[in-house]
């Protein structure tokens, strides 16, 4: 069982930065692969970043490399997505997840959701 909860979305004009917290209690942190969802309305959830136990390995979805930096600190227990060169397409509500594996993290099976952020990107 673990709990998420995501902070620092907001408004930002196109071409500037944010950056994404996402709080994880109830289990060890350290043990889950962590990843990022977002979701616009009207479309389907979107697989946006993951990074491994330590660290070590991450994957980004094309739409996001270049721009979108996510990593963790497991003694903090928490998990952030920075976001630089910010477009409008990337106006969504932002997901963090958790799972206990890493095969396949694009994968939207994740075990574990937090309630979502918003983010809006406007032109």
């Known amino acids: 069982q673990v709990q998420l909860v995501e902070s620092g979305g907001g408004l930002v004009q196109a071409g500037g930065s944010l950056r994404l917290s996402c709080a994880a209690s109830?289990?060890?942190?350290?043990?889950?692969?962590m990843g990022w969802f977002r979701q616009a309305p009207g479309k389907e959830r979107e697989f946006v970043a993951a990074?491994?136990?330590?660290?070590?390995?991450?994957n980004y979805a094309d739409s996001v490399k270049g721009r979108f930096t996510i990593s963790r600190d497991n003694a903090k227990n928490t998990l952030y997505l920075q976001m630089n060169s910010l477009k409008p397409e990337d106006t969504a509500v932002y997901y963090c997840?958790?799972?206990?594996?890493?095969?396949?993290?694009?994968?939207?099976?994740?075990?574990?959701w937090g309630q979502g952020t918003q983010v809006t990107v406007s032109s």
């Open positions: 997840a958790g799972r206990s594996t890493w095969p396949r993290p694009e994968s939207s099976k994740y075990d574990y």
């Open positions: 990074i491994s136990w330590s660290g070590g390995r991450t």
């Open positions: 109830g289990r060890t942190f350290s043990s889950y692969v």
